[in-house]
């Protein structure tokens, strides 16, 4: 489906995905009809299980977009159930090691990278692609993604950077806030955010791997795509709903 590429070569500045946690795949239909280049399903704070999840990727590739499912913490299995179910990329929370990124890449890559287990039969439907070809391409068609959200992974960032099979780096900003302030503070748009941002972004390109991170809207969204990043989030979709509400109330209530 050339996602990979496209991410990698950063068309149109970057991409913009959309961040869903509501697990309901026509929610995924209406929101996918927007300018988004891909879709998130969140499955870590959202409340996605794997068939609602497959649903979800279902509607979209329905749209013609690649899918992208971030994984509940160390539930690596799911990783590998989700591509099979046609994810084009997994976003894996609180890789913190080399070894978590080992155990991430052991998940999603078949050999001779990984150990993924045989069984994409909805992801040859949705990539309309052969066994024998997806089995050929897919550890390059599909992209692995390792969240830095905590000091620990901070500091090993090189080592899990140079882990083969890991295609690049989601920064968590209110996590990483959360831990670099030792739980006082929650704050994704600090200067030790940013401070956090560069220096991950001037790893990811010595590696030449991709970085993404969450945007709370699009003016974070916007400042990260200034800085380079090649995959930004602009806000999940229940703050995009209530700002869509509030903004036509208040329209309303000014005429
Ligand atoms: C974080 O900011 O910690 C995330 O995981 C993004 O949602
Ligand atoms: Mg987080």
Known sequence: NGFAGRLKRRENGGMISAWIG???????NHLAQEDF?????DMQHGMWDMASAANGIAHV????????????VGDFASASRLLDAGASAIIAPMINSADDARALVKATKYPPLGERSWGPSLALNHFGISAEDYLQSANSLTVTIAMVETRMA?????EILAVDGIDGIFVGPSDLSIALS?????????AAIDQALSTVLARCRAHGKVI??????????????KLGLDLVIAGAETAQLRAGARTAIQTARKI
């Open 61 to 72: 590739r329905l749209a013609g977009k690649p899918a992208i499912a971030r994984i509940p």
């Open 182 to 190: 030792n739980g006082a503070r929650l704050a994704p748009e600090s």
């Open 37 to 41: 280049d891909t879709v998130v399903l």
């Open 154 to 158: 901070l500091d090993a960032i090189d």
């Open 22 to 28: 509501t697990p309901d795949p026509l929610f995924v």
């Open 212 to 225: 993404c991170a969450f945007g709370g809207d699009g003016d974070r969204a916007g400042q990260y795509l």
